[in-house]
């Protein structure tokens, strides 16, 4: 019995180590037990689901939403992507992004976004979180921890009905989806700066990030409830770190208004926009 569990622990721990990974863009070094390929194949899997129990809108707005999407989509840096934006007909005040490019935004959210630069400051802090993996990274964890070794190894295979569930939660994707799993602060962190540096390369002001989260920081003082909030909490501090990068996401907003004004051939990213490079900056900004 004794050598039994000290064979399970022995494989708790190789499982362990199999899982960790660096986290794209930042280098963070990550616990993830799914790989890429499995991840991008559950997206596409939760977003059908979606689509096919949610329904949808088709009219300016839906257009708006597809709209900035395609923006952030050609700045992301994952041409293998196969991009979707839905609008959902819902009241509730959230939005997702799933692994593979797959974006949804719940009608609930527009009046505080207001306008397409509202929008954008939206979707590019979602499209960050799944840039950098960070529902595989919470998905991970909470298997790991809580079925153990066997159960893991259940759970994780053939895209079964658990792990479907897991997915749509750990991309905040609604409660009527799956369980609403909270961002931690270092996801949080790492969004916002990477969204930051998206929604300006994309040609957005990313001023209008810190007027969103104000707004949001505005509601939650009054004691309103809001979907959002729960899954991503405004405070001060998330603020105040967004203005300290707001000189560095400036450099990318103008770099994009200029490259406007190019032909269309003669664009191109500055060799300085890896995003590599970006979060060295970010880091070194600190």
């Known amino acids: 019995m004794t050598r039994s569990l000290g064979s399970v622990w022995w494989i708790l721990f190789a499982g362990f180590i199999a899982a960790c990974a660096a986290a794209p863009y930042t280098q963070r070094n990550q616990l993830i037990a799914i790989g890429e390929a499995e991840e991008l194949r559950l997206g596409e899997e939760a977003f ?10 088709d009219d300016y707005r839906a257009r708006m939403i597809k709209r900035v999407g395609s923006r952030i989509a050609a700045v992301a840096g994952k041409d293998r992507y196969r991009w979707e934006f839905i609008l959902i007909d819902s009241d509730e005040a959230n939005a997702f992004a799933l692994p593979g490019g797959k974006v949804g935004f719940y009608r609930g959210i527009l ?10 400051a939206v ?3 979602e499209v960050a979180h799944a840039l950098a993996r960070h529902g595989a990274e919470r998905l991970s ?3 790991l921890f809580e079925f153990g ?5 259940a759970v994780f295979s053939g895209g079964s009905p658990a792990l479907q569930k897991g997915v749509l939660g750990a991309y905040g994707t609604g409660g009527k989806l799956g369980v609403l799993l909270p961002f931690s602060r270092l996801h949080e962190s790492e969004a916002d700066e990477i969204g930051l540096i998206l929604m300006a390369k994309a040609g ?5 990030a810190v007027g969103f989260w104000k707004k949001l920081l505005a509601v939650g003082r009054e004691g309103k409830t809001s979907a959002i909030l729960s899954t991503h909490p405004s405070g001060e501090e998330r603020i105040r770190r967004l203005e300290e990068l707001m000189p560095l996401a400036l450099e990318f907003y103008r770099k994009a208004a200029a490259g406007r004004q190019l032909p269309e051939d003669e664009r191109g990213n500055a060799p300085d926009a890896s995003p590599e490079d970006i979060l060295r900056r970010l880091r070194e900004s600190r």
């Open 123 to 125: 979707m590019s802090h």
């Open 204 to 208: 957005y002001d990313p001023g209008r």
């Open 48 to 57: 059908l689901e979606i689509k096919g129990r949610e329904p949808l809108i």
């Open 141 to 143: 964890q909470a298997r």
């Open 111 to 120: 009046p505080y976004c207001e306008d397409e630069a509202g929008i954008a």
């Open 149 to 153: 070794g066997a159960a893991i190894s």
